[in-house]
């Protein structure tokens, strides 16, 4: 037993060895030459593609070069059709052109857009490192995978591999990929922290200017600019825009010019610099021809620059290019901001037609998006159900194919060994008792797999009914969503309606006195009476447009905090002047009793102050208002090493049906239909966020016609 397993591995050996040899002596070719020609391909593939005879009679490397050929030229199609038919006729499992088939033939998939082939080919690359030992496309294929992940939105599994490719990188000491892969996590991290880009940022940075890459370092500076305007750092950003700037006009690059000088003219609207905000965008909309997306962002700043500096002609001339451009190339991520401006210039201009058209027009877009992304989601849970489906389907039939293989193998190994038999007689009764004894476990193992099989049938039915129930669950919650977003809509139809309310009322006393005002016939008395009443009317008007601004940087996310270490004696003074400054304006200093009362002031504390302040002058401003007699306590104590406030009154209250509510936009309570309360409904609502973006959260206590006590709490600081 034991020589005629000896004698069948020395028979296996043999031809082996012989089957290795004539598969080395098809690999027989100048290495030299054809990696000179495939170089030149990559740099002047149209010359270069008549020379690619020389390798015809080898049709594996003819293909392969053909391939490379068709990718230079962006014929992803025909590369990866000359690619595969290098694959299939490569018969040398070790030569290191198969891996870099599969790697060009993932790449060509990622630019079609068949991003889940890109992903089958980059990780099939992952699989079979060990097997083909090819160290230099490794830790491409982990990068390309990791791109097509944070393609697909799989975040986590992108900075996993990319990760992965830049421990390789390190141990290759590729110092250009490892700046490639730092920029590529620069850009993942750069949506949701902001400090892990900046990190990757600038170590790319470095080391692209080591390596003196001019057009990458300026593209990298360009990044690092972008990220720290949206941090609201304007003067580091525009220190990093212009330097990439002036690279791009000394080398010439249009493109990357344009996206300069719009990130530029964008960085001095922020800071409020409007001649030189104007200056850059009309200079990139003096230089574009062709780039349609940066000229429609470029009209549409530069609409908001007119508008900022109450240019409205300008402004809406600029607003309706930026509108044209972007229905002409469906860009609709930019009509909603174009949209959304064009309905607050025709508010400025009291333009109730167009504040109308304008208004239907955003309200439609936002729900024609919301449809879409409803039908996305179902498509992508009828996806994951069919995906799903397909790859159980498919892990039974390689198992199958396994097994199909291996009885192969076996029978070729039981023919072979026939063959002995029939030249070695005096084995054959042993060599019998082997096969039945293989026969015998054969039948063990294929009625154990058919057990594994019915049981995995059972468990994918199990999985399938399982997923027609999730699909009902995510279906409701979409209708549920939908309830929501209808209902968001009909409240946003009355806050605007109440706008137009709201900013009618001041601007009716302003113009009013004013009128009387410009007679000349007014009493020196009436004259001082009546220029308060104006400005107090135009401080309301500024409230309110102030109002509607702040609501507007809330639901796009762009309200920047600036959040420092203070004394909470810098805010406390301010508070008092408030609170006595409310109660002479609403004139009911006679009626209220108003009581400050701040049990420590010399904590250290880290808010936005000006932020802060706002909240105390909405909750102060709504104390008063709901107030007419009676009291109004405003104060502060230490409870568990936080700053704990409060704001008291003894006002109309709020019925308990209405506080699950209240803090949501356009939200307005009135307890008496007969009395008209001032404001937009909208104050609760900022004060609300503000204090979201300061680690807090706005608690209310209230009983109907008895009064409300507003409360928050700080963390407070022991150090500076």
Known sequence: MKNSSQLTNILFFFFLIISLSI????????????????????TNPDSTYKTLEKFSDKPYLYNYLKGIYYKQKKDYELSNSHLLSSIKENKDNT????????????????HLGLLDSADYYFFKIIKLEKQFDNKAITPKALGSHGIVCRQKNKIDSAIYYINLANIEYQKQKDTLQLAIIQNTLGNIYQTFDVKLSIKHYTTALDLFQNLGLKKET????????????????????????????????????????IISLNNIGFTYLNLENYPKAEEHLL????????????????????????????????????????????????????????????????????NHSNFTKYFNLYKNLQKDIYDKDVADALAKYGNELETIETKNLLLIASKDKEIQQKELEKNKSELFIKNILLSFGLIVIILLIIMVFIIAKTNKKQKALQIIIEKRNAIIEKHNLDLEDIIKERTKELVIAKKKAEESDLLKSKFLANISHEIRTPLNSIMGFSDILCEGNTDPENIVRFSKIIRNNGSDLLNIIEDIIDVSKIESNAFNFDLQTIHLSEIIYSVENESMDKAKLFNKESKITLTTCFSEKDVLVKVDPYKLNIVFNKLINNAFQFTEEGFINIGSEIRNNKIYFYISDSGIGIPEEHLPKILEDFRKFHKD????????????????????????????????????????????????
Request: include cysteine; proline fraction near 1%; glycine fraction near 4%.
């Open 283 to 350: 200079k990139a909309i003096e230089i574009n021809t062709k780039y349609k997306n940066a000229l429609a962002f470029s009209h549409l700043n530069l609409g908001t620059c007119y508008n900022l500096q109450q240019l409205y002609s300008k402004a809406e001339t600029h607003l309706k290019k930026a509108l044209s451009i972007a229905k002409e190339n469906k860009l609709e991520y930019l009509m909603t901001e174009i949209y959304d401006n064009l309905v607050l210039l025709s508010a400025m201009q009291s």
């Open 95 to 110: 030569n290191p052109l198969f891996l870099d088939a599969f790697y060009y033939i993932g790449y060509n998939y990622q």
């Open 218 to 257: 300026a593209i990298t500076e360009q990044n690092l600019g972008t990220i720290f305007t949206n941090q609201g750092k304007y003067e580091i950003a525009l220190d990093y825009l212009k330097k990439a700037y002036q690279f791009f006009i000394d080398e010439d690059y249009l493109q990357y010019q």
């Open 23 to 42: 598969q080395a002596q098809s690999f027989d070719f100048n290495l030299d030459t054809f990696k000179i020609t495939r170089e030149l391909l990559k």
């Open 673 to 720: 239909k007969h009395i008209q309360y001032r404001g937009l409904g909208i104050g609760l609502y900022i004060t609300h966020h503000i204090l979201l973006k300061m680690n807090s959260v706005l608690q209310i206590e209230s009983t109907d016609g008895k009064g409300s006590t507003f409360s928050f709490e700080l963390d407070i600081v022991n150090e500076a």
